[in-house]
């Protein structure tokens, strides 16, 4: 079949995206995607550590960034994102800055990371206050919260799962029952970390039901990169993308909650 009448397919823009290896939730980074754009990843070399401050640190050295931005520049990226959160945030805002300058230099295009995106969306919703949502241990966790102290922000409240491995299969249920127990006191937004744990679905229900702004790893990833390229991230109902939602955190027919 001739169809080359059709002029296509149209130009995409593309993100690239630098994952560690045992990243699952490609899926989950497309949804907020838009038509139009398409994600190139790649993923950092297998090394046997399970999830600590020891992997943070392997799976973001500057060598290994650089190694995996220089295979993305085949495909011509506009923006390059690492998206994870715990080796973006475990050396202090002057890592998460010379990370960006690595794969800049590695890519010669803008690069963000997780954890600056973090900060970036958190000072779009006006929150300085957060409550605090992880998968990690409690050294991870208390790492990540330092990272945010010494960008002023601080944290209320915090709940963690301790795992070391398969976070991407833990259920939204879960998520949900962190989130509730994370949220004591005076909290602007809820942070939930790790961008291998899937929160896409839940972001919507728990703004409805906690009233505040929820952001995830994966969400502020996405709506960092797409920002830069003067386009939305898709999220209806999510208040960092979604200005409706943010104004008033509710579902048009409001959900019966989770049991």
């Known amino acids: 079949m001739d169809v080359s009448f059709l002029g296509g397919p ?18 989950e980074l497309w949804r907020w995607v838009p038509d139009g754009v398409s994600l190139h990843l ?9 999830v600590s401050l020891d992997l943070a640190r392997l799976v973001s050295e500057h060598e290994t960034l ?51 995106a973090l900060l970036s969306a958190l000072r779009e919703v006006g929150a ?13 966790t208390q790492s990540l919260e330092d ?4 960008a002023g922000v601080e944290v209320t409240g915090r709940a963690f799962m301790g795992l070391t491995r398969h976070i991407w299969k833990v259920p939204y249920r879960d998520v949900v029952d962190m989130a509730r127990g994370a949220v004591r006191g005076a909290a602007d937004a809820l942070f939930i970390s790790c961008t291998n744990l899937p929160t896409y679905d ?9 009233r505040i702004p929820v952001l995830s790893a994966n969400q502020v990833t996405m ?21 409706t939602a943010r104004q008033d955190p509710v579902l048009p027919e409001e959900q019966e909650g989770w049991a």
């Open 10 to 27: 149209h130009p995409q823009r593309g993100v690239g995206v630098v994952a560690p290896f045992d990243f699952a939730l490609d899926r």
């Open 42 to 50: 790649t993923r950092t070399p297998f090394v046997p550590v399970e």
């Open 66 to 116: 650089g190694e995996a931005v220089r295979a993305l520049n085949a495909v011509e990226p506009e923006i390059v994102a690492y998206a994870c959160t715990s080796g973006s945030f475990v050396g202090g805002i002057a890592g998460e800055r010379a990370m960006c300058e690595a794969m800049t230099r590695a890519g010669a295009v803008p690069s963000l990371t997780t954890s600056g």
């Open 128 to 140: 300085s206050r957060i409550a605090l949502v992880t998968p990690y241990t409690v050294s991870v």
């Open 147 to 150: 990272y945010l102290a010494e």
């Open 202 to 210: 839940v972001i919507p229900q728990l703004e409805a039901e906690l």
């Open 223 to 243: 709506w960092a990169a797409l920002r830069h390229l003067g386009t939305r991230a898709v999220g209806s109902y999510q208040a960092l993308i979604d200005q």
